[in-house]
């Protein structure tokens, strides 16, 4: 990743602090002066703005964070946390989607199985992986790990990070329904743990495509949704710049999804985000997987099920409301 951080709108106060400290370090280096005064009072501003900015974030400023071009993205997770990795190509029906990543690899003394969403870094990378958004044949390919996994007793780790499945044409005429639907099926067959970890965007079916687990872990600045904000806000308020709203509404953030139980673990990040100390996270999310792994290593093929099972059933709540012969609502 690049040195250079990319600048958001509501972070450019604490970018050009940092900016003026950088240049009376280098001022200082090259006159051989003594600017140690100026710069610890520079440095506290600093950290006291970005604590003020970075621990009231909005729903849409973590969208923001979660969409970041410098995030860490899945190969880079898989390359710092596993070892020996050999990636896994194909769903040996029709071709090679690269916007889904995956194989095995050693996690500590555990063999297991780990896949991902995997977006590109420059454009031309990008357009290589589709820009995260996996085709039919991704999800088929990453079901074919699954059952592999499966097969051979390994453990499953996945990385969430999608806007969502991709939607053109070509990926319906391929069953872009059904290969999700299938996947959210077998995914709660398997008799093996599984580990889902939002690091990003977890949009939509796309997310859910890979995203039935046993734990669901989820980054500090990531969102997790049904739909995007702007896709909201254009159905909701029939307009897409109305996306603050509609990100408020949606109840995105980790917090809000923990709250609700719909994730169970939440990953701390540095203050700016994951890109700004990526080592800080790959730290606690290792320590983190590695308890929730050997948790579930304990149970056996039907306790895992059912621990999967109860969790979904578990989620959200409901009413049935009836109207009584009086016109009144009962439950």
Do not use: W
């Amino acid at each position: 990743m690049s040195n250079e951080i990319i600048c958001l709108d509501f972070e450019k106060s604490v970018i050009e602090l940092e900016g003026k400290i950088n240049e009376l370090v280098n001022l200082g280096k090259a006159e051989n002066i003594d600017f140690s005064n100026e710069i610890k009072k520079l440095q506290q501003k600093c950290d006291k703005l970005k604590k003020s900015i970075f621990t009231n974030l909005t729903p849409i400023q973590k969208v923001q964070l979660a969409r970041h071009p410098q995030r860490p993205n899945t190969l880079e997770y898989i390359n710092r946390l596993f070892k020996d990795f050999v990636e896994m190509h194909g769903d040996r029906n029709f071709a090679d989607d690269k916007a889904i990543v995956g194989g095995v690899t050693d996690f500590g003394e555990d063999t297991i199985m780990v896949i991902g969403h995997q977006k590109g870094r420059t454009t031309e990378e990008n357009l290589m992986r589709n820009f995260g958004c996996p085709h039919p044949e991704g999800y088929r390919k990453a079901l074919r790990l699954m059952r592999f996994a499966d097969k051979f007793d390994m453990p499953v780790i996945t990385f969430i990070d999608t806007q969502g499945a991709y939607p053109g044409p070509d990926a319906e005429e391929r069953g872009q329904g059904e290969a999700i639907a299938t996947n959210l099926k077998v995914m709660a067959e398997l008799g093996v743990p599984i580990i889902c970890v939002v690091i990003g965007e977890g949009g939509s079916g796309g997310a859910l495509g890979i995203g039935v687990g046993n734990r669901i872990i989820m980054l500090e600045n990531a969102i997790y949704s049904v739909i995007s904000p702007e896709g909201c806000a254009s159905i909701l308020y029939k307009d897409a710049a109305k996306s603050a709203d509609a990100a408020a509404a949606l109840k995105l953030t980790a917090l809000d999804l923990h709250k609700f139980k719909i994730i169970d673990e939440i990953i701390p990040e540095p203050l700016g985000g994951v890109h700004r100390d990526a080592e800080f996270v790959f730290k606690q999310l290792e320590h983190n997987l590695r308890k929730v792994l050997d948790e579930l290593k304990a149970m056996n093929r039907e306790k895992l099920i059912e621990d999967r099972y109860q969790k979904y059933r578990s989620m959200g709540k409901y009413s049935i409301a009836s109207l009584d012969i009086n016109g009144k609502d009962e439950e």
